[in-house]
């Protein structure tokens, strides 16, 4: 038996678990605790582990199986996990993370001994096609791709690529984000040819943009 927490914030749902000293197939594991009619449903897996770069580390398995670098609101998560059970310490006020991305720092909250919101420094986000990455052939170019014009499920959209850890596309709309086609643009962007590795696809309106104080997390 594999003892879990499922944990959620900004809308992101994910399973910790402690996997330090256990041998499991993790991808098998998170295939069957993230389905939403046989398990518990989950958008993925974060999985402690021991780091000899940092004093702890996360390893990231989406709900299919396949493993990611890393997570903005998964490591968040990850960290309550971490910090109210005590499994590791903050030093200098930060929980440093070793993940699939690099190192990462975790700026958590905490009242009455619990951490109620973080904030993650992600580090400066990369736009070279080679470390997200990007797939020359299919592009026609190899330098950053900017704005570079796409048609997925009828819609045209211009997106920019960049790495933070993990891979992104981003593509600047005139329109609310609510109008977008997400749910069907969304996938065809993470599984174009362009993207040997897939791509986490995000649409943004800039003039709808606004800064709030960090989500709380909810266990």
Excluded at 39 to 54: F, P, Q, R
Excluded at 156 to 180: K, M, Q, S, Y
Excluded at 193 to 218: D, G, Q, Y
């Amino acid at each position: 038996m594999i003892p879990f927490a499922k944990l959620q914030g900004a809308g992101n749902g994910y399973v910790v678990v402690d996997g330090r000293g256990r041998d499991v197939d993790w991808s098998a594991f998170a295939r069957r605790i993230c389905d939403p009619h046989f398990g518990v449903g989950s958008d993925g897996l974060a999985v402690v582990t021991e780091s000899a770069l940092a004093p702890v580390g996360m390893r990231i398995v989406n709900s299919d199986g396949s493993e990611s670098e890393m997570s903005g609101n998964g490591i968040r998560l990850f960290a309550k996990y971490v910090l109210d059970r005590g499994l590791s310490k903050l030093e200098g006020g930060v929980l440093r993370v070793e993940t699939g991305g690099g190192i990462r720092s975790v700026e958590p909250r905490i009242e009455a001994g619990r951490v109620v919101s973080a904030r993650v420094a992600m580090g400066e986000p990369v736009f070279s096609p080679a470390a997200i990455p990007v797939d020359p052939r299919v592009v026609g170019e190899t330098g950053p791709v900017l704005d570079h014009p796409l048609e997925v499920a009828g819609t045209r959209v211009g997106i920019t690529c960049l790495a933070i850890g993990n891979p992104h596309a981003v593509a600047l709309l005139d329109e609310p984000v609510e109008d977008f086609p997400l749910a069907e643009a969304g996938d065809a962007v993470m599984r174009h040819p362009m993207f040997p590795n897939r791509v986490n696809f995000e649409v943004v309106n800039l003039s709808l943009i606004h800064i709030s104080e960090p989500t709380r997390l909810r266990r």
